[in-house]
């Protein structure tokens, strides 16, 4: 089984890793985008979302990750800042601790 997957992070060298690691695991990534207005823009197709904190537009993370557990978008939270989402976001699949490895991400998925 194959998911769409969207990368929400502001720090170019880290989204694109992870577009690497999703796709040679043969899933499709639907974008990436690094502030709150891009990530809700290609949210439509999206099965899955790796959010970061701290985008480009501030600490909006937590409102794209609200929003896509709205939309029925599974969320997972991956930031050096855990503390940032406090009580975490109800729906969320849960917070992982960056720096993450590769062999993280593909047990994630």
């Known amino acids: 089984m194959s998911f769409n997957v969207l990368i929400v992070e502001d720090q170019p060298l880290i989204a694109l890793n992870r577009q690497d690691t999703?796709?040679?695991?043969g899933h499709n990534t639907v974008g990436i985008?690094?502030?709150m207005y891009q990530a809700l823009l290609l949210s439509g197709d999206a099965d899955i979302a790796f959010v970061d904190v701290n985008l480009e537009d501030g600490p909006t993370g937590p409102i794209v990750g609200r929003a896509l557990v709205d939309a029925d978008v599974s969320v997972l939270f991956m930031t050096s800042d855990p503390g940032a989402i406090r009580g975490g976001v109800r729906g969320a699949l849960g917070v992982i601790h960056k720096p993450?490895?590769?062999l993280k991400l593909v047990e994630m998925i």
């Open 33 to 35: 985008a690094s502030n």
């Open 22 to 25: 999703v796709e040679e695991l």
């Open 100 to 102: 993450i490895l590769d």
